[in-house]
């Protein structure tokens, strides 16, 4: 059995704050995201909070995407663990483009069997230019 499995955790800042308290808005572009790329949606549960704020998750056959925004501080938390060696990067680019994310720090965690041939962690700064339609990466390899 095939157990390697990427991990992306984003903390995204200086998001457009009204897509941020937005559920079903939010449920549709992670939604698509995850149609994109091809993986299976099993299970999706979002929640608004009151006075603002939404939390998601979605359950994938290869395991999970989840959301947790705070509208206020115009600040979003990600996370999406699968397995398998998809290049998942362009959703996660169109999903910060869509957020308008000025700045996201995006940790990306290698985990099971591949562990041992590659870096482990990975941490990237993703800064959106003035005219938010190019990306210039940072990054930082940790072992």
């Not at 995407?65 to 990600?78: G, M, N, Q």
Request: net charge negative.
């Amino acid at each position: 059995m095939d157990t390697n499995g990427q991990h992306l955790i984003i903390d995204a800042f200086e998001c457009q704050n009204d897509i941020l308290n937005d559920a079903v808005e939010l449920e549709q572009l992670l939604t698509g995201a995850i149609n994109k790329l091809g993986m299976e949606i099993l299970s999706s549960h979002f929640h608004s909070f009151i006075p603002e704020g939404v939390t998601g998750i979605i359950g994938i056959s290869t395991s999970h995407f989840s959301i947790h925004t705070w509208p206020e501080h115009r600040y979003a938390a990600l996370d999406l663990y699968t397995c398998g060696d998809q290049n998942i990067w362009p959703a996660f680019r169109e999903i910060l483009q869509i957020l308008q994310a000025k700045q996201s720090d995006v940790y990306e965690i290698s985990r099971g069997q591949k562990i041992n041939n590659n870096t482990a962690f990975k941490k990237f700064t993703l800064t959106f230019n003035e005219s938010n339609d190019e990306i210039i990466e940072s990054q930082a390899f940790l072992q």
